[in-house]
């Protein structure tokens, strides 16, 4: 059954794993809000000796040293307020600024310990926009939401206190304050309404941008002639969206000048009511004087208070976007790697056997291994697989969202896959090379992901060199298994960094022995910095060919126990995939060797064949063997003589 649901918001469920990460720092929080409680109260203080100043100088026409000594507090309390609020803010920045380092490693600690099936629904460009703009959105919770949260509140709440200790009755001017909301949430309607067109409009832009700027797009767009169009249908909607930004300015300004108008008209009302209070002497000048800047004082703080709704709302966003990282997983717990469980064998625990050679045990031994591929939603998260639909922060407007915006919706496949392996049973001894072969479906890859130790079974036992896979941390795994896929990985870096990721204490003599046995010597000398050139994504590219032998050569530095190798030379041309063939005897010495076979072109040679068929092992033998036996094999084989004629 397949569903399509909209996931609960997860701010719903708490934000524990966040929680966690700010709870580290709340020492230093607790000190930049002290610090913002003084620098809201040093100011009211310092209106308070302006009362007595005035009083003084109405009631005695003097200036004597009690007058100068308030002056001097005035200053002083001044001082304090300055620096209170520095404080503050050095304070709360550099909090915050652990708390999103913090946000950030939990999340790529996270993301590299997902389950592999993960990395095949992710889009890059949504991880890294929820490692960077996600995790700074949610920085303004900490350095501009709450200190102004703590402050405005402290000085409303003190400003009010005040007044009302002066007179009671001043208070009722308030009611003004919150008319004024009350009209300025009726503006903020319309704003939100404008601001839901922004973000649709927004939406639009971003997949037009994402789509056709990506070489898959562009070479679509060409092909079809349609890259002009495109264009203006980009240059539409900006304008559009420019519309919408200047409506939305206009409404926001309209409501502001809105609530500029009810303090001016709360500051009339002060001034008004304070010289009848002078004048029913129940009041003093000062007095009067101290109420109209209190009342004018409020204008800010309430101001900033309504301010942080936005802010508020896109930073919550953000947070919930960093917990859904850190809550995913199997175990929800991003300090755990899944690799790592009780008990585990690491790598500073000494290896009886090693990968040795020595070691009687067989290369490879599986019993009895079943695996099911899990749901997709066990292993996703909101937003960043089957993601497209999901905007990253920094495309969110920067003013308004009227709050309704959730986490999209995710198609759930809760679908119960089939066993895409269903019992298997297969050694590889030292030194022998398997050849895995079988239609397409037939769980290949499955197979070697789950000997490579990079997915777990779910039944059954998997021992390399007699070490269980699943009972050893991800440096053990590592040391024992090679993994080649059939597109290997070449970092952006020197061909020596790229080769030494898989050892790094190898000599530059291991290196080009390796190098020579690949065939990618010449290569390598024709570099202009031989082993320091730069390959990968830029500088000096490698063919696929190239790639390969270069990833053979890196699994050949760790002196691994067992090779899985996904089709080695799909990309080689048959004299350099005899020479790579011949070379991996040299190379892997008694490692066992899993080779996945697309084509059946290179596995004449294995010593022994395993042909898969839903998930079983159906047949095995060598190929001069099976080439001759009704069966699975011939069927594949004659297939793809056939393929080879058309
Ligand atoms: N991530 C996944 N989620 C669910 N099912 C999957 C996933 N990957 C593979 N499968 C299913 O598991 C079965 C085995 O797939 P596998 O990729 O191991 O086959 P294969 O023999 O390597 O195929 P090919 O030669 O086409 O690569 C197939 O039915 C496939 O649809």
């Not at 002639?225 to 919408?244: C, K, P, S, Y």
């Not at 930073?315 to 790697?337: F, H, K, N, Q, W």
């Not at 099976?626 to 056939?642: C, D, I, K, T």
């Amino acid at each position: 059954m397949t569903t399509t649901e909209t996931s609960p918001p997860p701010a719903a469920t708490g934000r524990r794993h966040v929680d966690r990460l700010v709870r580290a720092h709340r020492g230093r929080f607790a000190w930049s809000y002290a610090f913002q409680v003084v620098g809201g109260v040093a100011p009211l203080l310092q209106v308070l000796l302006l009362r007595s100043v005035v009083d003084g100088l109405v009631e005695e026409r003097t200036v004597g040293t009690q007058v100068a000594w308030q002056v001097a507090g005035m200053f002083a309390l001044g001082l304090v307020g300055v620096w209170a609020a520095y404080a503050a803010k050095v304070v709360s920045t550099g909090a915050a600024g652990a708390v999103i380092a913090d946000m950030q490693s939990s999340m790529f600690r996270r993301l590299t310990t997902m389950p592999i099936h993960f990395y095949t629904t992710v889009r890059p460009g949504a991880v890294v926009s929820r490692l960077t703009s996600d995790a700074h959105g949610a920085e303004a919770m900490y350095t501009s939401v709450y200190p102004v949260v703590v402050s405005g509140v402290t000085t409303i709440v003190a400003s009010v206190a005040i007044v009302a200790v002066i007179d009671p009755r001043l208070v009722v001017l308030l009611v003004v304050i919150p008319v004024a909301i009350a009209y300025v949430r009726k503006a903020e309607a319309r704003i939100n309404e404008l601001i839901g067109k922004s973000f649709d409009v927004t939406k639009e832009l971003a997949s037009t941008a994402e789509t056709f700027v990506s070489r898959d797009g562009a070479v679509l767009a060409r092909q079809h002639g349609r890259t002009r169009h495109e264009q203006a249908h980009f240059e539409e909607h900006a304008r559009e969206l420019a519309v919408l930004s200047a409506a939305t300015a206009k409404a926001a300004a309209t409501s502001g000048a809105s609530y500029g108008t009810a303090f001016v008209a709360i500051t009339a009302g002060a001034l008004g009511m304070g010289v009848w209070l002078v004048a029913e002497q129940n009041v003093t000048v000062g007095s009067v004087i101290l109420i109209v800047l209190y009342l004018q004082q409020l204008q800010a703080p309430v101001q900033s208070l309504l301010n942080t709704r936005y802010p508020r709302m896109r930073s919550s966003i953000a947070l919930d976007r960093v917990e859904a990282v850190l809550a995913a997983g199997p175990t929800g717990d991003e300090d755990a790697a899944p690799s790592t469980r009780p008990g585990t064998a690491t790598a500073a625990e000494p290896s009886p056997a090693g990968p040795g050679r020595d070691d009687p045990a067989p290369a490879l031994l599986m019993r009895g291994v079943r695996y099911r591929y899990p749901a997709v939603a066990s292993y996703s998260i909101d937003g960043l697989s089957h993601a497209g639909d999901a905007l990253s922060i920094a495309w969110l407007p920067l003013t308004g969202l009227d709050g309704n915006i959730r986490p999209v919706a995710v198609a759930r496949d809760e679908s119960e896959h089939a066993n895409a392996l269903d019992g298997i049973d297969l050694a590889i001894g030292r030194g022998e090379v398997v050849a895995v072969v079988g239609s397409s479906g037939a769980g290949k890859s499955t197979l070697a992901g789950i000997a490579a130790g990079l997915v777990d079974c779910d039944e059954g036992v998997v021992e390399v060199a007699g070490r269980t896979l699943r009972d050893l941390d991800e440096d053990r795994r590592a040391q024992l298994v090679a993994y080649i896929p059939q597109e290997p990985y070449v970092l952006h870096a020197s061909v020596r960094d790229n080769l030494r990721y898989a050892n790094p204490d190898a000599t530059d003599a291991e290196l080009l022995d390796v190098l020579r046995a690949v065939a990618l010597d010449d290569l390598v000398r024709q570099l202009d910095d031989g082993l320091d050139s730069v390959i990968g994504e830029k500088g000096h590219r490698l063919s696929g060919g190239e790639r390969q032998r270069l990833a053979i050569a890196r699994a050949a530095l760790k002196r691994p126990a067992l090779v899985v190798l996904d089709e080695p030379t799909a990309h080689l041309d048959t004299s350099t995939e005899a020479r790579v063939r011949a070379a991996m005897g040299e190379l892997f010495g008694d490692a066992g060797v899993l080779m996945i076979a697309h084509r059946l072109s290179t596995v004449r040679h294995a010593d022994r064949i395993v042909v898969l068929e839903g998930g079983r092992v159906v047949q095995a033998g060598r190929h001069e063997v099976l080439a001759q036996e009704p069966g699975r094999y011939r069927v594949l084989l004659e297939s793809s003589s056939q393929d080879a004629l058309s």
